[in-house]
């Protein structure tokens, strides 16, 4: 590595420590301490299945929940591509998930907020190939929504926490 790449290298990281930035998961670090520690309200229906799975999935199942997160799903879907002949051929999965982390003892609203995506699939010859591809952009949704949950609340787990 030359001097002037070592260099750029070393402020580079200087600036990053001066800013503030510390890892989510860093020992001693609030984030650390979410792991297992929020129990997500059962799901009621599949979709709602498959987001609360990837929410545990990222967050850890509850084994000592300090906190209750609740979240409130929709999803729309939206026609995309159609031909000329007023056939469907793709269509848009619009998701929202409202969402607040509760403490359990008090009701008390901690944290809460939204998370929106969207996903898209092809219709095919076949209405069960159809079916399968809606399936999988569902659960695509649930990915990107869950995710964006779980960046937010350790992100912010600082001030809530």
Known sequence: MSSSNRRTLLLGL?????????????????????RGAILVDPPSDPTGFVF????ERRLGEPQAPRYRLTADL????????????QEITRFRLRGRADYAVLDPATGGRLFDGRA???????AT?????TRSARRDAETRLMVILADQIV?????TAGDWA
């Open 125 to 129: 010859a076949t209405t069960v190939a």
């Open 151 to 155: 960046t937010r609340l350790t992100s």
């Open 116 to 122: 929106e995506g969207f996903t898209t699939y092809s």
């Open 74 to 85: 929709a999803v729309v879907q939206d026609n995309i591509g159609i031909t000329a002949d």
């Open 52 to 55: 609360v799975n990837e929410l």
């Open 14 to 34: 200087a600036a990053l420590a001066g800013c503030g930035y510390e890892p989510v998961y860093a020992p001693g670090a609030v984030a650390r301490d979410l």
